[in-house]
């Protein structure tokens, strides 16, 4: 029987809450295609270079300067098509208030899916940071989604976002060094890397310590690809009921904050390769 090929049916967008900037893109792309499906179309970008060049968000003030482009951003995925959307950042940057606004489309973020796969696979698991400056706002996101009981601790190696990336030697010297107080002195039986700029590192310290280490950027982009094919093949789509309850579209429209382009910077189209039947 003659093979054929059918279009993609799975559409996922990588947004990054930072303006562009060197490798950024590529280094999410290249997870992307090491991750996805044949059948899934994905996009890998970032927010516009006039988003104040933020090039990390560990300040809170950061956070609340990027939202309003985040915001744009998730709106126009979701009218462009797309099944799911990750916000990439580990702080889970406004992905509450995406919801909101996101349609049909589902979204979801670095430390709630990593959370899970380590609930999953462990009983009790650690997080390592970059600065302690970070732990006390995913501390609450932690107990928020409800795994504050099983943390062993955060661990912060005293990098900073745009650190992970620039001394892969002594990136991985920290890496490696926190992880040993977390698994043998802390007894966690799975780690947590908590930037999605750690990214990279998570099999050595699989290799080194014998648990499982979960890279955020990868597992965020696995659970939005999974719940892309469940819209899809069951219909399972977000809840627009009492606190899911989204603003009337014709206000939105109205209001005309949501519709003002450009809404995403630099953006890396990975093509679904087909799915053979």
């Known amino acids: ?55 990390h968000v560990e300040f809170r003030s950061y956070e609340a300067l990027v939202t ?17 959307c990750v916000i990439g950042c580990f702080y889970d940057t406004a992905v509450l208030e995406a919801r909101e606004i996101s349609g049909e489309m589902i979204v979801t973020a670095p430390c709630e899916a990593s959370c899970d796969i380590a609930a999953t696979l462990s009983n009790r698991f650690g997080i390592i940071v970059g600065r302690q400056k970070w732990v006390n706002q995913m501390q609450k996101t932690v107990h928020r989604l409800g795994h504050g009981d099983r943390l062993t601790g955060f661990y912060a190696v005293g990098l900073g976002v745009t650190d992970f990336q620039t001394d ?44 499982p280490v979960i890279d ?29 309850e989204a603003p009337p579209e014709d206000e939105m429209q109205t209001l005309d904050v949501f519709e003002q382009p450009p809404f995403f910077g630099n953006e890396i189209n990975i093509p679904a390769q087909g799915n053979r039947q």
Not at 178 to 201: P, S, Y
């Open 1 to 55: 029987m003659e093979s054929k090929w059918i279009k993609a049916m799975y559409r996922v967008l990588y947004l990054s809450p930072v303006a562009p900037r060197p490798r950024h893109e590529e280094l999410f792309a290249d997870m992307v295609r090491a991750h996805k499906w044949p059948e899934t179309e994905a996009r890998v970008a970032c927010l516009p270079a006039h988003v104040g060049q933020f090039n």
């Open 68 to 84: 309003p482009d985040l915001i744009r951003g998730v709106r126009a995925a979701s009218r462009e098509g797309f099944d799911a």
């Open 168 to 211: 892969h030697g002594l990136t991985r010297r920290c890496l490696m060094e926190t992880a040993d107080r977390a698994v043998n002195r802390d007894h966690a039986e799975a780690l947590i890397l908590g930037c999605t700029m750690e990214i990279g590192f998570h099999k050595d310290l699989e290799r080194m310590f014998g648990v």
């Open 216 to 244: 955020p950027s990868s597992a965020a982009f696995m659970r939005a690809q999974y719940f892309a094919r469940l819209k899809q093949r069951s219909g399972l789509k977000p809840s627009r009921k009492w606190s899911c």
